[in-house]
């Protein structure tokens, strides 16, 4: 089954708004989570490092502003894009290693359009 | 940039027949990759993995050979099925947990 869950699966929402999206690691621990971003027909891009206790991680180019990250707890990581526009549109997809492994475990992925 | 990549973006395979997914990459501090396979809509599926230290490694109907001396890594399944249609990505960790993936390579399995 799976190990990380991610919600919503599927979201629409006007321009301006903020969307949230949940990353949850079911049955274990995840002190570290990250945050991909894919658009259609291309790969998946790393956005950022969320780490539990402390500010994520943003790679080069991502508005730390615009994507904002919040890792409350040991199971849980939330990304919120603020103000989102048309071009914000995507496939976002979470990941977390389980400790002590290798292994990233994937979720599901949130296809969101902005309309 | 250092970067992973892929030579084919489609590959067409008749089903049964082995199918081979190849995949460059240029950091050779690398030292642990990944196979996965995405279907439309849903995240990465891992497939299998190798380390830096290992050439070849196998699993259920599929083979990841790492050729280090010209950083090439590939994916085989054998007797493909209509269900092994999908998107594979090699992937390299640099650090735990965090992957930088290659392009992508869609296969088409046809009857």
């Known amino acids: 089954g799976a190990v990380v869950s991610q919600h919503p699966s599927r979201v629409i929402c006007k321009s301006g708004t903020s969307v949230k999206i949940e990353c949850r690691s079911l049955d274990f621990q995840a002190t570290t989570m990250f945050w991909y971003r894919q658009f259609p027909k291309q790969s998946l891009m790393l956005m950022a490092t969320s780490n539990e206790g402390s500010k994520a991680t943003y790679e080069q180019g991502v508005e730390k502003d615009k994507f904002l990250i919040n890792h409350a707890s040991l199971t849980l990581s939330t990304l919120t894009v603020t103000s989102a526009h048309p071009e914000d549109s995507s496939f976002y997809i979470c990941s977390a290693p389980r400790t002590g492994g290798t292994e990233a475990f994937f979720g599901q992925g949130t296809r969101l359009t902005v309309v | 940039g250092e970067s992973v990549g892929l030579h084919l973006p489609t590959l067409s395979v008749q089903e049964g027949d082995n199918s081979i997914i190849n995949c460059a990459y240029s950091?050779?501090?690398?030292?642990?990759f990944i196979w996965y396979k995405q279907e439309s809509g849903k995240g990465p599926q891992f497939i299998i993995d190798?380390?830096?230290?290992?050439d070849k490694r196998q699993g259920q109907r599929v083979t990841v050979l790492l050729n280090k001396t010209v950083k090439h890594l590939s994916l085989q399944i054998a007797a493909t099925q209509p269900g092994d249609s999908a998107v594979y990505f090699c992937a390299e960790t640099r650090s735990w947990g965090k992957l930088q993936f290659g392009a992508g390579t869609q296969v088409v399995v046809t009857p």
């Open positions: 950091n050779s501090a690398s030292d642990y």
């Open positions: 190798i380390r830096s230290n290992m």
